[in-house]
């Protein structure tokens, strides 16, 4: 099992821009995609970034791509999401999760998830 726990969410205005980390630990997770989701009030949870460990391939909801930005540091075994450009309808919680899967964008592909962190944008 891999334990996520993320930070970094926060208010921001139209525009600016937020970074999101993702601190994992636990069992070996290189090979492991590591996913960021999120969930609007009474809406799905909507795949955001993913990426593979091990190659730092990544991949993207249309909706975030060309201002969102997926990363990951090695050594600080952090995920991380860069957030540019926010609108107001990036306004939700944001989860990290880990899946063995590569390529899926569905949340139930995903068997480790940490709390979420809220990110707000007002215009």
């Known amino acids: 099992q891999v334990q996520l726990v993320e930070s970094g969410g926060g208010l921001v205005q139209t525009g600016g821009s937020l970074r999101l980390s993702c601190a994992a630990s636990?069992?070996?997770?290189?090979?492991?995609?590591m996913g960021w989701f999120r969930q609007a009030p009474g809406k799905d949870r909507e795949f955001v970034a993913a990426i593979r460990w091990s190659t730092s391939s990544t991949y993207y909801a249309d909706s975030v791509k060309g201002r969102f930005t997926i990363s990951r540091d090695n050594a600080k075994k952090t995920v991380y999401l860069q957030m540019n450009s926010l609108k107001a309808e990036d306004t939700a919680v944001y989860y990290c999760a880990a899946s063995s899967v590569y390529g899926t964008r569905h949340h139930g592909d995903f068997g480790s998830w940490g709390q979420g962190t809220q990110v707000t944008v007002s215009s």
């Open positions: 636990g069992r070996t997770f290189s090979s492991y995609t």
